[in-house]
């Protein structure tokens, strides 16, 4: 629970007094004791919300307001409305004029800077899944795998690994050492070293409850980029079989088939994706099928290579793990639209022959699934002689509950919501050039 957040909202509504009686009572809830054991601490809390309201007269602590919230956005749903806001975040990293040879821009799963007379760094970083809260150990392990995937993708090595804990107030510090093991499977595993990390509580003493989250970042080297960019026409698309990973483990618990979780528990991706990058096959690109679906990566890898790409409707039900695909089957999960962690490599047709033979070889099943040309830029499918286009929807597809709940369809008023989310991303920039600006008239660097 954040109570922070909570005596915001009871303060403009109650005021004070009823705000500490209120905000006691919850601690107390969640605690354990009596109300009015809490009371000196919901006296703080409220006193430093108060105190608040002062800092954001400040220009550099107050921040534009676009009135839109997270949810209502789509963030974290990897749809049409997370990928708008990542172009924002891009452009606000543009801004700055300084950039490595792939950026956010390029909507690849790692950024890669060179250093001078060598070779190039990769880095990437990813959340664990926020479902997965009360299951550190497969969190761990999941994103810690994802991390991975996305620095070899970019046909690089991993070299190191470094991880990000944030746990609230009452969170059991056994979740730590969990976390950490799941982390350390997959270093032990693939012979990638844990180096560096931080360990803080959510919100400080403003957070109470379990809550668990995090991320793990991977930092590789290599010699030469496999960007989405690069995708040319007269490529094949093939992919491998993916089984999921933190976004199918939380679709298998909250849904009641816990035991569909072991599927995920591999290092498929990893053996398949490795032995490509080391004999440096001559691939165009790679993606691991996450950000939603096959039809999110698809549509980013179209738009930046300005190409068409054409699925074969028939074979793509085959890179599912059967058992996943029952799963999904028995739910009503649409495997288009979720991440079922597939290697994606995108090449000519002599080089799809050599990528086949290695990922058969360390007994990884994969399927040619359509082909790279010019024409209309987008993601297709073929299927029964038609051709239809394969574009995200608004959110990935519903695979939990809630999500069901939640739906996937595109706000009615989502224009009006983008020039308000875009003004924002605009405000952030004027607010970073006049800090900037700032900071180099009153230093050195001038």
Known sequence: MDLEGFAKNVLKKLGD?????????????????????WIEWAEAIVLEVKNTEKAFRIPVLSYYNSGIKAGEAGVGSRGEGDFYVHSLIAEIISSTGVSGILSAKDLDDAGVVEIPNSNYIYVAVDGIHSRLSEFPFIAGFHVTRAAMRDVLVMNALPVAVFSDIHIADDGDVSKIFDHIAGICSVCELTGTPLIAGSTLRIGGDMVIGERFSGGVGCVGVGERIAARRDASSGDVILLTEGAGGGTVSTAAIYYGYPEIVEETINIDFLRACEPIVKKKLEVHAMTDVTNGGIRGDAEEIARVSNKRLIFEGEVLRKVVNPK???????????????????????????????????????????????????????????????????????????????????????????????????????????????????????????
Do not use: H, W
Request: charged share 40%.
């Open 324 to 446: 996943i695909m029952k799963f999904f089957e028995e739910v009503g999960i649409d495997f288009l639209g979720v991440s079922i962690d597939s290697l994606m490599v995108i090449c000519n047709e002599e080089t799809a022959e050599n990528v086949k033979r290695i990922v058969k070889k360390a007994g990884i099943k994969i399927y040619e699934v359509g082909r790279v040309e010019e024409g209309e830029t987008g993601a297709f499918v073929e299927e029964d002689g038609m051709i239809k286009r394969l574009k995200p929807k608004f959110r990935e597809s519903a695979y939990t509950p809630i999500k069901k709940v939640v739906g996937e369809k595109r706000p009615e008023n989502y224009e009006e919501m983008k020039e308000k989310i875009r003004k924002a991303a605009e405000m952030a920039i004027k607010k970073k050039n006049e800090v900037v600006k700032m900071l180099f008239q009153n230093s050195s660097l001038s």
């Open 17 to 37: 007094s009823k705000a500490v009686e209120l905000l006691s009572e919850r601690i107390a809830e969640i605690k354990g004791g009596e109300a009015k054991d």
